[in-house]
């Protein structure tokens, strides 16, 4: 039996039924009449998991008999997603789970929402991680993610008075029924100390450090089912807490209190994830959550390894490979180091040339604000030991770096690893892998041409890219079943395993029977939306309307504000011609802003204002709609997505290094409104300009203007009318009665430059008009039914490429060198 035979038949109707019915007296003491939702869903989770077992140590006893390479993906970011609802999917239980619910009487769709969504990623980056942990167990590929078991994920977020209110979200409250707690793999992490030279035997210096403090690991394993296949990897999530002779120690001094310090200080290493996306937050914390699961996944792995191949290390890249997402692990490369070193004795340069061997890393934004760097005297202080060790690759660094250059100390400042008082994690993690990459075409060149150029000169060899990608399964067959059996019912369902089979559906693009049909499940899945919205924030929309959906982290650079800017533009234009014909419209945006930052927090009152100001007006009369919902995470992502006609990708162009969110909605047949920008540059290529809105300036355009140093929104402010009649309302009342310089500051920004900033940094102004165009031509091409659904149609056959599956396979073949293994029962 190969891994793509289908799966043996081992829990039956009646088995689920037994085992949950069993599971609810035992845990619970209730029977399935009394038992809650949350208790059955409890149940149901450890009965799949119980089945689950057998393929997962299957898996491993694959990995330990063909002593496969395994490929380590490292982030301090998964944001999986509930787990059930997948897991049953994968595993084709989905009916049998049903039936078996159903002639318990029990409400399944309940018990699966029961299920706390687990929120341990803040955005993309996070959730390309999950996505890849899909695809990695359905090719069968050996692997491990590695992370950290935040006991918060990121808050929750409710709006009060339109303004975002942060509530700490407790995921682990019911429960944690997808974990195994494996104390026999505890590890031991050291901050902090001083680091000693002491000479052994044979009269050699060695470095140990000494009067350091210590957390204990523990890691928690989750099982990653693959679709249509016995592999199940792991995600193996590192919790902290304190070792427990240190308690002992000052508990029977007496000293109670520093008993329960150590404990409290060793709890908050996992207690919350820093909810930053494309910013950093430069705590010290922050750096200890780093070391802390870097340190012990690396030590764990050395252990592994050295079970097997003893202490010949110069094999370790023949059978662990480390990608570190995004530059939050790449003190992956000095703990190597470090423990190759230290624990192993292997030399500098043997060590060195076995850790650039080993580790590879993905660059995911190129903005500043997101540039990690560690101010030295932090850094030295919690690693001491790490801090020698990075010292030292530098120094040689720059020692080659004058070989390359010549004595040139601009270029070398620019590139050192250690300067202007601080550690830059990026240039660690390029100097220390044999792979950089980025994440779309467009962005894989700009880290060449421009942000990384001098590393791309030196090291030209190690640059690639890697297009990112999503897993169909969660957000096709998962999320959209309507249009997931209207494919599988004309084209097979072989797109589940390979997304590519979707450009069988280009033939009915043009179809008028398929037309409809597909049509009528974009509806089905808006009326649904609709339900939920009415539920949840009491407002109707009209399912007939268009669904126009932004939906992403709130940041700047994404340009919430043109959108919003274009929605009061619409409103006004209404207001001056209240019988204008438009097709009615409903803009959704859904978007968490990081605590602290101020100005994404005012954009999100400002939508909110707007919101009230249009579903209020009687003139609209329901031609528009502003809706902002609240707590934006993967489970409302997979309700949104099948519902949308109009996804808004509109960042400025350069900026977005990838997205995903944009994959997610043309797989499901939404038409986008997108600059040239990180994966819509290639979206246009596959789908084709007459199926793609695209607008705005290039990434070439946006570099030459702000080059040239003559952007001037006055100009533009003076010149249109509307942009003026815009602006105005941010200031005059219209938006805030009685509070009129709320949204000043937005103002300022964009006319004036605020805090330092250039004047509409982001160049909301400059792209307004041809956004309105682009706009106005989706009015317009939304009335020919025929064409839009031919449109959406060949978005769905078109998006083959951006299945995580393609992009897996290509880490997997060109970065990893790892092979799939087949896993037997
Ligand atoms: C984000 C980018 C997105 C990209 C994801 C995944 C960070 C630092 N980067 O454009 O902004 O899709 O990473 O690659 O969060």
Redesign the pocket.
Known sequence: MDNTTPLPVGLTKDEIKRRVTEMVRTVFRKTIETASSQQIYNALAYTIKDYLSDRWIATHDQYESQDVKVVYYLSMEFLMGRFLGNAVLNLSLDETIREAMEELGVDYNLAEDAEADPGLG????GR?AACFLDSLSTLGYPAYGCGIRYHYGIFEQHIENGYQIEKPDNWLKFGDPWSVRRDEYAMEVRFGGKVNSVKDEQGVYHFVLEDYHSVLAIPYDYPVVGYNTNVVNTLRLWDAEAIDRFDLQSFNEGNYERAVEEQNLARRLSEVLYPA??TVAGKELRLRQQYFFISATIQRVLMRFTEKHKEDFSVLPDYVQFQLN?THPSLAVAELMRILMDTYYVSWDQAWEITRKTCAY?N??I?SE?LEKWPIELFSRLLPRIYMIVEEINRRFCANLIDWFGNDPNKIRNMAIVADGQVRMAYLAIVGSHSVNG??AIHSNILKTQELRDFYDIYPEKFNNKT?GITQRRWLAKCNPGLSRLITQNIGDGWISNLDELTKLKPLAGDAGFQTDFMRVKRENKVLLSNYIKQTSDLSVDPDSIFDIQVKRLHEYKRQLLNIFHIIDLYNTIKMNPYMEIVPRTFIFAAKASASYHRAKLIIKLINSVADLVNNDKTVNGRIRVLFMENYRVTLAEQLCPAADVSEQISTAGK?????GNMKFMLNGAVTVGTLD??NVEMLEEAGEDNIFIFGMTAAEVLALTQSGTYSPWNLYNMDYNIRFVLTSLINGTLAPGEHDLFREIYDAMLNGYGGARPDEYYVLQDFQSYKNAQFKINNAYKDTARWAEMAINNVATSGKFSSDRTIRQYAEEIWRIKPIQVKL
């Open positions: 803040s955005g993309g980056l390309l996306d494309n995004d993905t995911h934004t903005m997101a994440v779309a990112n977005e290094a990838s997205g995903t990180g994966a």
